[in-house]
C-alpha cells in the first residue's frame, strides 16, 4: 500500500512537470508568434498591425535611444516619427536570436537581436529586451528596451 502512494505522489508530480513544460513551451511558441507577426506587419510597411504586439495601454514602457515613451500612443508616435516620417523609410525587419523564459504562466522575458536593411544598402541592428504578458487577447509586451549598435 506504501509503495503504491509514493509511487501515484511520483507519477502526479512528474505528470505535472510535464504539463508545466508543455505549457512553456506553449507560451514560448506564442511569444514567437507574436514576434514574428510584428516582423510581417513592419515589413508591410503597417505600423497600427505592428503594434498588436504591445499592450494598448498608457502603462506600456518603452526604452530607446537614452529616450523613453509612456504609453501604447507614444510608442506609436515615435515609431511614426522615426520611421514613416519625411525622408524616412521602415526597411525590412529581421529579429534573430531569441531567447524566452517565461517567469510565470502569464509572464515572460525576451531577448534578441533586431536587423534592418535599408532600400540604401544600410543595416542598422542593435539588441533588445522585452517584457511580455499574458492577456486575455493573448500575449503583449508591456516593456521594451532596444538599443541600436554604434
Do not use: C
Amino acid at each position: 500500500m506504501r509503495h503504491s502512494a509514493i509511487l501515484t505522489v511520483l507519477i502526479l508530480s512528474f505528470s505535472l512537470a510535464m504539463l508545466g513544460q508543455d505549457a512553456g513551451n506553449n507560451s514560448k511558441a506564442a511569444i514567437e508568434q507574436v514576434l514574428r507577426t510584428q516582423a510581417e506587419a513592419w515589413n508591410r510597411h503597417n505600423l497600427d498591425s505592428f503594434m498588436t504586439g504591445y499592450w494598448k495601454s498608457p502603462e506600456l514602457t518603452f526604452f530607446s535611444g537614452g529616450e523613453v515613451a509612456s504609453g501604447w500612443q507614444a510608442a506609436l508616435d515615435r515609431y511614426r516619427k522615426r520611421y514613416q516620417g519625411e525622408g524616412r523609410e521602415m526597411g525590412t525587419l529581421d529579429f534573430s536570436e531569441l531567447q524566452i523564459e517565461t517567469s510565470s504562466p502569464d509572464s515572460a522575458f525576451v531577448r534578441g537581436r533586431w536587423h534592418l536593411t535599408m532600400a540604401d544598402g544600410k543595416t542598422p541592428h542593435g539588441l533588445f529586451t522585452l517584457i511580455f504578458r499574458r492577456f486575455s487577447g493573448g500575449w503583449k509586451i508591456v516593456h521594451d528596451h532596444t538599443s541600436a549598435a554604434d
